[in-house]
Every structure is written in C-alpha cells, then in structure tokens.
C-alpha cells in the first residue's frame, strides 16, 4: 500500500566503518509532528553549520513564506527513514534551470560518522527525479569551508567541489545528473 507524503525508497550503501551495509531510505514530507525530533538533532554544530540558528522550523517556516517557493513544486523539507527511523532531514529547492539545491541537510547526531550522510547523498542523486516529478539536471550544494564532515560527505557521494565563494565563507559542490555537464 502507497503511504501518503511518502516519495521514493532507495537503497544505498552506507559506508560504515565497521563495515558496508545496504540501507533503504525512505523519503517523506516534513510535518508538523517531526518539528521536536528535527530541532532535538539540532545541536551547536547542526545550527552553525546548516545557519539555522533559530531552529530548523523555524527555517522551514520562513522558507514557505517567500513569494517565488511553491511547495511541493520547487521546494521540499523531507524527513529521511531508515527502516521506520528517522536518520536526517533535507530542505531542496529546485531552481529553474532544473538544478536542485540542498539547501539544508542535517543527520541526526548519533548516526554522525555512520557513512548515512554520504548514502543518503547518493539515494538524492538516484532519487531526485522522483522528489519532484520533473527532470533533475544536477545537484549543488553550498558548504562551509571548516565543515569537514559536510565536505567528506558530499564528496564520497560524488559531489564535486567547482569553486569558493570570492570572500572565502562557503565551498560550491555540484553532482550532474544525466550525464548533463552543468
């Protein structure tokens, strides 16, 4: 049976370090009831690190007041499961030109370090079609540059780092989808 707000189930290998496993990740709209667990995860580096420094509802809620987001069109908070565990949440805006941004990405913090973040990297790159029922062309990612668990993530998943912000503050990531060179 089909659950509702339930939009793909991917497995992936998570790269733990006692050893690979097959994991399936589920991905699921945000509701008002994950607002505890997700601001739970969100400790002193979840917050500096995403720059949701007043709470990721906050965040979400902010992000569904702007004029040009169309929920569910080209912006999506999903709570990825693993099994019927919740293990991270992501914020995705899809721009335009079809490029999807992970706007926010936070796992949470005693599955840190478990390879979780880099397979559910990979199941969004297998998935990203489906999350919005339209052609993704790539993925980017905007990374603080003392990040290194973000850093190390996105690039076992294939993220591949294109440039710094010219003030130094941020790294860019992009993952091409369909053998499209963005």
Not at 134 to 146: E, S
Not at 153 to 162: D, I, K, L, S, Y
């Amino acid at each position: 049976a089909a659950v509702a707000g339930l939009y793909c189930v991917y497995c992936a290998v998570c790269p733990a370090r006692d050893g690979d496993r097959l994991m399936e990740y589920a991905w699921r709209d945000y509701t008002a009831a994950d607002a505890a667990v997700i601001e739970h995860w969100m400790d002193a580096d979840a917050r500096y690190f995403t720059g949701c420094d007043d709470g990721w509802d906050t965040y979400v809620s902010y992000m569904l007041r702007e004029d040009y987001i169309r929920p569910g069109e080209n912006f999506r908070c999903l709570v990825i499961t693993a099994g019927e565990f919740p293990v991270a949440a992501a914020a995705l805006y899809l721009d335009e030109d079809g490029t999807l941004c992970v706007s926010e990405f936070v796992v949470r913090p005693d599955m840190r370090g478990c390879g979780h973040g880099t397979a559910i990297l990979r199941a969004l790159a297998a998935c990203a079609d489906t999350l919005f029922n339209r052609q993704v062309l790539a993925i980017r990612a905007v990374i603080f540059p003392d990040n290194s668990a973000s850093i190390g993530a996105f690039e076992r998943a294939g993220f591949q780092f294109t440039h710094a912000h010219p003030d130094g503050d941020a790294f860019y990531y992009r993952y091409s989808l369909h053998n499209h060179d963005v």
